[in-house]
């Protein structure tokens, strides 16, 4: 009998730290750097509490390094799996990553002065669209499209701002600022999407803990329970995931299908294990709109592809090693 070969386990390790790395930067950095705002609206200087949150600092900013790191290891992972065009684009989408990264690192990371020129941004998010939607038909997993229309409108509204920037057309600045006001809504659309077409695959028994989360802070927030969440809810939490045309009907009710949506991705994971990495991943990840020097955040719906694609691949050489060992 042939032994199975140890290494074929390894990456998916690779996967759940690069998602949980996702996890601890949303909550120790984007999320703790708006949370701070209150104490300031209460009169509160921030340097007065900073001692006291030292340590988040230093779980969101190693939790971003991690990022920065993996994504091109990843990248390059994919590179072994992919042939003609798909092997092209990632290339592309690898090396202008790569090179954004240095640049903005030689101009200093805190230079927020440095601004990519528009036509290599406009061309930068092409190659991630473009390698999105090549790795999702590897894939097979094509309800992960639901989930990434509200980046796809995001790339939307920086796209055709660019291009107002660049020739000053209206037309284009029209269709920026109409993208803009549209992702809160497609972000209830795709939320709702998604938890109607994985319903009966998911465990619901897994998703109910993140239901009742979601539907305790949303009456809490309806209610104004507790001072203060409602500021939480209704502009730290669209904020720190980059959703724009947010009215005030919409905070709670985002909340809540974001927590089910998460619930019943996480139920997917005995029975669909490459979805739910992609799909927990696209969750933890969103475009943000003034990290376009930073690429952690503009290649979210990339990598969440990409962890679906490797995790496929991954388990069908499994099989094949387990078949080949009896």
């Not at 690779?14 to 999320?31: D, G, H, P, T, W």
């Amino acid at each position: 009998m042939r032994e199975i070969n140890s290494n074929s386990f390894n990456i998916s390790l690779f996967l759940s730290i690069y998602v949980i790395a996702q996890f601890l930067e949303l909550f120790f950095n984007r999320e703790f750097l708006v949370s701070v705002l209150p104490f300031g609206l209460a009169g509160v200087s921030v340097t007065t509490v900073e001692p006291y949150l030292h340590f988040a600092y230093l779980i969101g900013g190693a939790s971003y390094v991690i990022l920065l790191i993996l994504q091109p290891l990843l990248l390059v992972y994919a590179l072994v799996y992919l042939r003609g065009w798909g092997r092209a684009l990632l290339t592309s989408v690898l090396a202008s990553t790569v090179g954004l990264d240095l640049v903005h690192i030689a101009v200093g990371i805190n230079n927020t002065s440095f601004n990519v020129p528009y036509a290599f941004s406009l061309i930068y998010v092409g190659l991630i669209v473009a390698s999105s939607i090549y790795l999702v038909e590897k894939s097979g997993r094509r309800s992960i499209y639901i989930l990434m229309i509200p980046d796809l409108v995001a790339f939307s509204f920086l796209s055709f701002d660019w291009l107002d920037q660049m020739v000053g057309s209206s037309i284009a600045g029209a269709i920026s600022g109409y993208s803009g006001f549209m992702i809160a809504y497609t972000v209830i659309f795709a939320g709702a999407s998604f938890v109607v077409m994985e319903s009966k695959k998911t465990s619901w028994k897994s998703a109910l803990p993140f239901i009742i989360i979601g539907a305790t802070v949303s009456i809490a927030t309806v209610l104004n329970v507790i001072p203060g969440w409602g500021f939480a809810i209704g502009v730290a939490f669209p904020y720190i995931f980059g959703i724009l045309g947010v009215t005030d009907w919409m905070p709670p009710v985002i909340f809540f299908l974001a927590f089910l949506a998460l619930g019943v991705a996480i139920g997917l994971r005995k029975r669909d294990y490459p979805l739910f990495l992609g799909s927990i991943s696209l969750m933890a990840g969103t475009v943000i709109f003034d990290s376009i020097p930073l690429t952690v955040y503009m290649l979210a719906p990339l990598m969440a592809s990409l962890l679906m694609t490797i995790s496929k691949k991954n388990a069908e050489k499994v099989d094949r090693e387990v078949q080949i060992s009896k």
